[in-house]
């Protein structure tokens, strides 16, 4: 039977659970793209649309455009997941692109690596980023990494530098010397609907107006994604960009993109939490959210069972089903014929997650080797931006890879860095990617022996020339395995060094500690004292707040201050924002009372201490005995509350439970109706045929409402693969997150 379960398990499909849904959302994605790119700078409206094959496009557009985006993020997204083909995605097809430059080109190795080749029929002679991603120095202290992993994130300030278009030697930090000289007549800014980027946009369109490098500037293109709201008319009419006739405003209806074949990103939104539960204006994250779910369904059909769970969770589904009423014309008889008809959506259930049902599955260390490279790394949309030298290590090197010496730090050069993309692209890292640090390493020695017997195999002189001409034919492929393994294989040995560091070790017990409902305040104390991460400090201390139901008031005064004093007072505001999460709390009682954590660690059986990474059984692999919250109550809600009501009475917020009806209904009339069978049953009942692969199980779409961890994705990519799971699994997010970035996205 196990024998059975394990080829079961191997034999899912490489094309994901939704392939139309898949390529039609990147197929219209690019249409939307490649319009705008290709639209004439003299007008000012949409008016040409892409149509056919990449292949008909022959011509180049007769403009130069330099494409501005407002994060690095956005431009992964827009660039290398949205424009770029799919042949040109791969490193073999990159590199070709590359060798085959001639003369100059103002397009960079790192534009290249996320597909823009030179002479693109869009006219794309360049990059730039609005908001470059902060370097913060203090978050790569000597104690958090190796010396070897030090130069993987850059240096810098840590502040919000600007672009600045107009000069190289200005106090903004991302000034290219390119802007004088790549021709560029037409500045396309990809922005999000946010008072900074529309302030910081109207900001370089004034300073190109003055000198002699941008007098050929013919248009400013400012694009809004998603959308444009009415705020931000009203910020560019103060802003008085609106009145300028080189200035055109446009939005695109880009809202959900996928990175990898079973998970879809809502364009990588950081503020959702921020904006739900800091500032309380959730009403623009909650309608991107509800738009995106809608343009799911529009691709797959109405999907016919939804529950959510959490506050969040519930605003959207509400704002979703009045979404669709409100497109509802009851005099469109061939629509209603269409719905009513439409029997066999290729989503069965959906299930909608506010991050604030679990927020302490982010803080805890993963450790697949996905989360560890995040963690260490910081995974942007499917890519990292890691030095060349990491992965191509010199033969002979004086200094690890990445030291600094700090007395002649002028002298060093800057290391060069690449995008490496980590996608389904590449086979390898599909296999090795969910795997545990302790597998990982000889899984890699495998396949490194595995090539090398390849080799050896064809050194047999008793080969005759029709085996020698199918040998020749695998080079390419041959050659594309061996870099992807030589690449990974570094990037295991680095991650490697860190987790078997004494700090890594004592971080990852501390958490666990905490998980168990101990205290560590003098671990904490000590941390500070040390001048730990402050990220990961905050990790931590948010943590022991999560799972404790609170910080005694004492210990809470003094750990704040302490923070303050220890990392600056810009930390007091951050701390503030914690605590308007719940994130952070004092615990008034004087007698220790049972956390709702406690409730939820027993009730959904949170730890399994004697879970065995190498052949685990159970989701609590991903971070050695510690399943996740928000995959757990997955696994609850598709099984049914029966039995375990009070974790759903600890949950922030409720859980809902409707069926999607034609004609549709408003939200409270579904709440009303009994929704019926719980969803393994559901399951069972959307499918004519036995289910005796995993292809033949019905799709479960999972969407996370503020951003979902590689430790999550893992764990139902392990439900997914599993027989005794009726579900495939396709995450929706927000944003891919680790603890460090949920929380500084509170800032």
Known sequence: MAANNAQLESSSTQEGPVPNLISTLRSDNKDQLVSLLTLDPLSNSLSFT???EDDDVNLPVAHKTRLVFATENLRSLLTYHTLADETVKSQANMKKAQGQRRGRSTLSSEEESLGIVRNNPYGIVGTRILFPNPRDDQDRHASDVSNDTIGLMGTGSGTEAVYNPTSSRSMFSNDDARDETDGANVVVYFIYPKISHIQAVSKAIRASSHGEAFSR???HRIVFLPRITSLSKRILMDEKITKRKDV???????????????????????ATMADCYVHSTPSEPITHVAQSLRKV??????????QSYGKAGEMVLDRMMALRLEEYDPYDIDAQEQDEQETNPEIKAAIILDRMIDCVTPLVTPLTYEGLLDDLINIDAGIIKIETNILSPPEEASEPSGAVNSSNSADV??????HLPLNDLDKLYVEVRDQHVEKFGSFLQQQALALKASHTNFSDKNKDLSEIHQFVKQIPIFTKNLKSLT???????????????????????????????????????????SQYPPFRLLRLLCLQSLTNGGIKTSRYDLLKR????????????????????????????????????????????LIQADVDPSD??????????????????????????????????ELPGRGVDIIQRSPPEDFLTAVRQKSGSTLDVWATQSVEKEITRIEDKPVLLVYYVGGVSYAEIASFRFLSRRMNFPYQVVICTTKIINGSSFIRSLK
Not at 297 to 306: E, F, H, K, S, Y
Not at 491 to 520: D, G, H
Not at 572 to 599: C, I, P, V, W, Y
Request: proline share 3%; net charge negative; glycine share 4%.
């Open 50 to 52: 892409y149509q056919g």
């Open 217 to 219: 500037i013919t248009k």
């Open 248 to 270: 055109a405003v446009h939005a695109l209806d880009i809202n959900v993109i996928p990175i990898e074949n079973d998970v879809l990103t809502c364009l990588e939104m950081d």
């Open 297 to 306: 369904q529009d691709v797959c059909g109405t999907i016919p069972r939804i």
């Open 413 to 418: 050069e800057r290391p060069k860095y690449m």
């Open 487 to 529: 690449n990974h294989i570094n990037l295991a040995e680095l991650v490697k060094r860190n987790s078997e560091q004494t700090e890594f070790r004592q971080r990852w017990e501390t958490e666990r500690s905490m998980i168990e409902s101990e205290t560590c305040y003098d671990t904490i104390e000590d941390l500070i004292a």
């Open 562 to 605: 302490e923070v303050v004093q220890t990392y600056g007072y810009e930390y007091l505001f951050l701390l503030q924002n914690l605590e308007k999460m719940g994130m952070l709390k004092k615990r008034e009682t004087f007698f220790d009372t049972t956390s709702s954590f406690a409730t939820i660690r027993k009730q959904l059986a």
């Open 616 to 649: 685990p059984d159970d989701i609590s692999y991903v971070s050695s005995g510690y399943a996740p919250i928000s995959v757990r109550i997955v696994q609850t809600a598709v099984k049914g509350w029966s039995g375990k009501e009070d974790v759903l009475r």
